[in-house]
């Protein structure tokens, strides 16, 4: 007798979850335009882009940190313990290493399954006050660190999905910064 197997209804569950996520992603796609122009901008005025994770998301910042190297300074942000352990105890470290990398012109992207780690909101509170553009991915809104950001995309779903289309927006962000710094090169006059 054949075992009964609950995969194929978690996947479906999952799967149709993540639909949702995506949808929500889709119509932010205007606003990760924008974030590319911005980033390519101040990339061309000298200025970094810092990229930092809570929890899953740590991978993703320093994906996006390693993608974007080539267009300008970045700088992926990992506390003690990044990518394990306490969420709110790592994103204290983080608010401390922001406060002493983090200056004017800079952008700091932060990366949250929830956006409710106490930590994440802090350090974007610290980015904020060293003049630096905060920006966040992260899960509904309203939370604290959407709340403390300069602006946010912010998708439905739980911690997983989320995580999920985070991959997506970040690759999104990426071919945003490309195309930004392709259409300033090509706007530059023959010297």
């Known amino acids: 007798m054949p075992i009964a197997s609950a995969l194929p209804e978690i996947a479906i569950g999952h799967l149709n979850a993540l639909n949702d996520t995506l949808a929500a992603l889709r119509g932010q796609v205007r606003r990760i335009e924008r974030w590319g122009r911005l980033i390519a901008d101040r990339f061309a005025a000298g200025s970094r882009l810092l990229a930092a994770g809570d929890d899953e998301a740590v991978r993703q910042a320093r994906h996006l940190a390693a993608e974007l190297a080539g267009h300008g300074d970045t700088l992926a942000l990992d506390g003690p313990g990044a990518g394990g352990g306490d969420p709110d105890g790592r994103a ?100």
């Open 92 to 191: 204290a470290d983080l608010a401390a290493l922001v406060t002493a990398e983090a200056r004017a012109g800079d952008v700091v992207l932060l990366l949250s399954a929830t956006g409710h780690t106490t930590g994440m909101a802090a350090a974007a509170r610290a980015a904020r006050a060293a003049g630096a553009t905060v920006l966040t991915c992260c899960g509904c809104c309203p939370n604290p660190l959407a709340n403390a950001a300069d602006d946010a995309v912010c998708v439905p779903g739980t911690a997983s999905v989320v995580h999920e289309a985070q991959l997506v927006a970040v690759d999104l962000l990426c071919a945003a910064v490309d195309a930004a710094a392709r259409a300033g090169r090509d706007a530059e006059p023959a010297r």
